[in-house]
């Protein structure tokens, strides 16, 4: 059974750029969702992805957006990067539908705004 | 909305001391609640769960129990060894909105 991995690892932007931010989710998931950890932080959930829509979205502004492929595999966008933008993102996996919700958490993509 | 409080840390025990972190949510309806382990340079792993009032999640020799009327999840292990230094997240699940709500976080560091 795979788990959960997220590319890349680390990364740099200035202020302005856009940035991809990749997730392949654990085998059988059918739900992806996405978080923002800032530094000392707890995780601050951004969207959640099932069957491809969007199902559930946290108080992020529309220039951060995701797509869902047929594969449950995910990407995070984030448009015109502002510096508190930095922080560890993190996706994670799930089955939507039971009743622990259960999550499963990739390692993050660190991302460094300057 | 929903919201997750815990204690603020760092919390520094010694090797074999008893080990207490405090966590209270606000919530519209029944959530499930967990606690989510962060080891230094690891993703959040699933400690352990419950998900409703009064069921006891436990593992690796943690355990917290789901307590309705304080509405508390209180985070406890009777010994606590070196290798449990990591941040400990509290976090519910709102079963209506589906998405995770996780509290601040609590860093512990276990001293030899």
């Known amino acids: 059974e795979t788990g959960v991995t997220q590319s890349p690892t680390h990364l740099i932007k200035t202020r302005g750029q856009q940035v991809t931010l990749r997730c392949s989710s654990q085998s059988g998931h059918n739900t992806v969702s996405w978080y923002q950890q800032a530094l000392g932080q707890g995780p601050q959930f951004i969207f959640q992805?099932?069957?491809?829509?969007?199902?559930g979205r946290g108080n992020f502004p529309p220039r951060f957006s995701g797509l869902q492929f047929p594969n449950y595999s995910s990407e995070l966008n984030v448009n015109a990067l502002e510096l508190d933008d930095s922080a560890l993102y993190l996706c994670?996996?799930?089955?939507?539908?039971?009743?622990?919700?259960?999550?499963?958490f990739g390692e993050g993509s660190r991302l460094t705004v300057l | 909305g929903n919201s997750v409080t815990q204690m603020e840390g760092p919390v520094t025990l010694s090797e074999e001391a008893f080990l207490t972190i405090n966590c209270t949510y606000t919530a519209t309806g029944y959530p499930s609640l967990f606690w989510y382990v962060q080891y230094p340079g690891e993703g959040l792993q699933l400690l352990l769960k419950?998900?409703?009032?009064?069921d006891k999640g436990s593992n690796k020799g943690f355990e917290a129990t789901y307590r309705k009327e304080t509405t508390s999840f209180h985070l406890e292990k009777g010994s606590v060894q070196v290798s449990d230094s990591a941040v400990y997240f509290c976090a519910l699940y709102d079963n209506y909105g589906q998405n995770f709500v996780f509290g601040p976080g609590t860093r512990l560091s276990v001293l030899p």
């Open positions: 992805y099932y069957r491809e829509e969007e199902n």
């Open positions: 994670a996996s799930s089955l939507l539908g039971l009743a622990n919700g259960e999550l499963f």
């Open positions: 419950a998900t409703k009032a009064d």
